[in-house]
């Protein structure tokens, strides 16, 4: 149960408050809530004259609900760009799997400007699942990010894989990426809750919809009110492709929550063959944005190399988008 | 192995040698072939003479393989109108769920009449999982479908349950839809593969890629070339949603078969609510065709209430397809 | 809603009452019962003089739940043998994947004999996912089981994979055999609830245990009070193994179902190295009955190859059961 | 490829050499190793004169293989239990879903020593999907646990959720518990890599056995040789139990590696109907260890209230296992 309380309601009162319904406080803008459990359904008449207005849910997806707040949430991504609300954008998140070195990195910079793409990826802490493997370049790799940032004004979004370096992610990062095996991480998810930076939830993929956006109400009721959510294929018995992309999921999301949607193609089909025709798939969905792997040269690709596409297969994609958005009524950004 | 024999061979003696390799004769237009299982990689020295050419293939997708026949198949859906080959249609299919009584097989006649769309849906044998509701009207049904097409001129597709009535089946419609539930059933795929009207063959929720497109195989190697491939959705953990479409697994079917895909929104959200943007990102794909269920009053159809789309939104949903397909170079017939 | 009609109530007016109801007339034994969809919960009392008793039901699984009757049936398997009921008897069943030829059928007469175990199982018609794969003897392969009965007294259990053949396995076999590609096929559940034999049904690899037993209820809703459920696995993402036993399934059934359940480890594993355990753990379980694959020499079965036992191994591994079941309270027939 | 090198060799020169091969360096008792990923199959000969053994792998379960080792490890619990190797002990682990409050342990505490069962579970730190939900005692539970230690001398497992409080842990425990959630987590693989305290991994519900195992490999290659597997079912398109208990699994997992695996029957049922059924037939599986969940009123468990048992269902449990063990050669510790 959501329970907004009164203007007048102040900040220590509303504590207390949160103590008795054993709730949780949550600003929300201007105005205090007290989140409780979605099995409880009334409010104790000792509080009632601090109430303004009570939101009775089914679930515990209660701050990502639409049904609390019916329009979608806008998030900043940096540099004057916006993700979500009412904009029609789909934003397009270009880059690496793996920072892998300065010149990787600067070649993909030339890429996306020379496509106006203002955000980039590139994992720095992989979270794989063999020791055997390239673990990422750490935090010498969020560097290099950062260096790009400074040189070219991009947005950076990177993955965090286990707190242990949560805050190093925060610090510098623009955006902070939870990885799908990370999702269920309450060391990484309050660690999100309380910073300003806007966070990206990636599905785990064996987790159910319902987990995944509880997921964000960690962090949104953490006091962070900037959770996109990204699906990015779940595993079933189908082996031919890496993941199944979850469009009907996505579906889901648009209905019944009120935070922007990213896609994913690339980890979910993970061959570069099917990536171009998901994609254009994904934009006529009308979600908020798409993220995309690419690489200078996939087939030397410390990690997923069989997923991203070279340089000239990207432009040749990328090329071909903005006219299946404007389809939908939507533009690439 | 496919083995193409010298156009000399007398069908006689393509049957004899067929026995000799325990291949299945086929006639791909006039050349015979003999398909043996794809774990022989040579053949005889003995028959050696009357081979054209050889086909090693990797697995038993062999006929709809596209190392076989890089060109996608053509197939004749009656009325004029094809699917597949390289014309850049994607065919609109739509109706009801079941037929249930004229006069609502009337008002889907006057809807897709007035979108000046060809071909008609509607199930007849319903594969129930409970014997406790509607079943289908059977051949009653059929010829209802018969009638309009008659009035119409439309042409029908309508799904074999069992091979009880897979003769009926044949008879009264101009395509033949093979039901996820039915297409394992050899009875089935056998007498599809005798018969020279086009078949669809819908993929099992529980049904991998490979056993999809080997039942296709059947009823090619029984004779018929004219499959179509219909997916609409797998079972997954995920129940917010009725499945999950696999339109992953459509990019692999478009990458390495030579048969037309369809797909089905309808059977794989089964609400209503998600039903328009998957048929926006499934016509974004560029795939074959797209079949919907629509009903002139959903909340009283007799089976699948829950997913139909009601004539207006059925009509909002058609008339935002077309700026779709052309953003991808294709158009919606 | 299962409605047991008064004793005095005769099979016509019984007839007419069921169609009153929409209901599907069963004669349990001497009461006839009219079996509605579940959603129905009142009579309408135009019919209430003639009711005896009404059992409301939460779900379509009705006639085979243990709500309508709490003790678990007794289904007669032949020559004196009973499954289910209270006997705390597990019976084995064993034989080949295929039937193959005589002689192999004759071995395993032998071995089945110095075990005495009195239920051999065959395959003669393969539902192979493969049309260039070995398809099984057909007919001929029925009468070499006929052929074995009468020399040996066993009972014979082979599948039905479609219906075209439906009334040879019936006329042949003593305990049909629905396959797990079979279970939906209405043409096989509605042939086997016309006849007296005993019918076992696997669960489909993609199907729910709510589908699973509605396919039962298609059977006992047909007349037919004899029928077996069989878990053999279903599929999951893991692919190590072949498919995944679900023993919690089976926990479902014992509980909500009045029906015998039979374990197939064999295909649930798809190796021989996990079948002995697996086979212990299903006997632990406290099911009532096994079916496990066994062959003269497996390295060159026609099907199934990887899976089945040789005669060393299977007899090892029964004269381990007994122990195992004599720990639960039960007996090895 | 796992490279033991001769004893002669230095740790300084076997830092140096691992390096070279980019392996990490594992002591194995005595024997330094490198472990490279298993796509390397030959050594450099520059590093010939140093190596003993090599093992050259399929795949990147290398320390956990039976190929490299054929033993089962044996793990030391505490308090003089051990678990795995050639005891044919079958160890049991109960205690509740949470730990509560001292009343709760101590009735627990007198449970467990009235059967002289030597671990006790209890969670402090629950990875709950909802931030609604209760989230566990923290530091103050793992408190309790250890005071009940001290009085009872019973071993304590309890469960790590995040890397914010591995050390507190691993400080507290006896054995650590890796959740299902938390086996990705590479904060926590390596704190359990470092430490020398028995480590048990939980595999993630959308964990395949591959990564499973890999999980196990980075404790191994981390140092610490002392790890213990539990499968606790996974999530597949069933949701009449909770999840799926995957004894086909279990099966790889005893074929193929060398640690001891124990099985977790409560969270795969998810209701108390199933798991004495369950239990016994992970018991006749020869499994290492069984974990149970019990609270002394499982109706008002602050988590996991329908998958508890009493304390009287579990005495009852407990009775029926040991009959079962005997059967197939084992006994309950």
């Known amino acids: 149960m959501i329970i907004e309380l009164k203007p007048s309601v102040s900040r220590d009162k509303a504590n207390e408050l949160g103590k008795q319904v054993k709730g949780i406080v949550v600003q929300d803008k201007d105005i205090s809530c007290?989140?409780?459990?979605?099995?409880?359904?009334?409010i104790p008449s000792a509080?009632?004259?601090?109430?303004a207005r009570t939101h009775v849910m089914d679930t515990d997806?209660?701050?990502a609900s639409r049904s609390y707040r019916s329009a979608t949430r806008t998030v900043e991504l940096g540099n004057g760009k916006t993700i979500g609300g009412n904009t029609g954008n789909t934003v397009m998140i270009a880059g690496p799997c793996s920072v892998e070195d300065v010149e990787q990195i600067a070649q993909t910079a030339t890429l996306l400007n020379s496509l106006n793409i203002g955000v980039m990826r590139g994992g720095c802490y992989k979270p794989r699942t063999s020791p055997?493997?390239?673990q990422g370049l750490g935090i010498q790799g969020l560097k290099m990010l950062a260096d790009t940032r400074t040189a070219h004004g991009f947005s950076i979004i990177t993955e965090v894989r286990d707190a242990t370096h949560v805050a190093d992610v925060i610090e510098y990062t623009d955006i902070i990426q939870i990885g799908a095996k990370a999702m269920y991480d309450h060391g990484i998810l309050r660690a999100c809750g309380a910073t300003r930076k806007p966070v990206m939830i990636k599905r785990g993929f064996g987790t159910t919809l319902q987990e995944f956006v509880q997921a964000a109400e960690f962090v949104l009721s953490g006091g962070n009110a900037d959770v996109i959510l990204c699906e990015r294929g779940i595993r079933t018995f189908e082996t031919k492709t890496r993941f199944t992309l979850d469009l009907c999921g996505?579906?889901?999301?648009k209905q019944y929550t009120n935070l922007p949607v990213i896609l994913d193609p690339s980890h979910a089909m993970g061959y570069r063959y099917g990536i171009a025709d998901l994609t254009r798939?994904?934009?006529?969905m009308g979600v908020d944005g798409l993220i995309i792997e690419v690489h200078p040269v996939p087939e030397v690709a410390k990690s997923d190399a069989a997923q991203q596409l070279n340089h000239s297969e990207f432009r040749e994609l990328y090329a071909s988008l903005e006219a299946v958005a404007n389809s939908v009524?939507?533009?690439?950004?």
């Open 281 to 284: 798939a994904c934009t006529a």
């Open 132 to 134: 055997y493997s390239f």
């Open 47 to 51: 509080i009632a004259e601090f109430v």
């Open 34 to 42: 007290l989140v409780t459990s979605s099995k409880v359904k009334e």
């Open 329 to 333: 009524g939507r533009k690439i950004i």
């Open 250 to 253: 996505v579906a889901f999301l």
């Open 61 to 63: 997806i209660q701050l």
